[in-house]
């Protein structure tokens, strides 16, 4: 449902046998998405695929942290640990958009310590107001 109305409202597509390629099975050391399937405008790439190391000390529209619960725990702790301070320098990256992608296998634990610390769920409707 997310990607449809990424799709529809940015014209941006999903790569093909995303969920394969997400899944444990088809997941690889490769990049999600190969750099001729990136949308180009004006020259430009409009997504990139990078990790945490290549993206610090810059400042980008948007950013998908994709964390697995270990990573989303010492996020949360804080900066105390080295994947703790990983997370914290993927979370500084975003100036508009902070996209968290956990394992669904561990939305049920890590659902209310993301809430309480103030991340939203995906589709939740929220105005301006609410979150200044």
């Known amino acids: 449902m997310l990607l449809a109305a990424i799709e529809r409202d940015h014209g941006l597509a999903s790569a093909d046998n995303l969920g394969n390629k997400l899944s444990r099975r088809g997941l690889t050391n490769a990049p999600l998405i ?11 790439t409009r ?3 990078d990790t945490v190391h290549q993206a610090k000390g810059e400042s980008l529209d948007a950013v998908l942290y994709m964390a697995n619960r270990e990573h989303v725990d010492a996020l949360l702790a804080g900066v105390g640990t080295e994947v ?12 508009n958009l902070l996209w968290l992608g956990v394992p669904a296998n561990a939305l049920d634990d890590l659902t209310p310590k993301l809430l309480a610390c103030g ?9 301006l107001g609410d979150r200044l």
Not at 34 to 44: G, I, K, R
């Open 34 to 44: 190969a750099a001729a399937d990136l949308v180009v405008e004006n020259d430009q």
């Open 47 to 49: 997504i990139r695929v």
């Open 84 to 95: 703790g301070r990983i997370g914290y320098v993927a979370v500084t990256r975003a100036r």
């Open 119 to 127: 991340f939203l769920e995906a589709g939740a409707a929220v105005s």
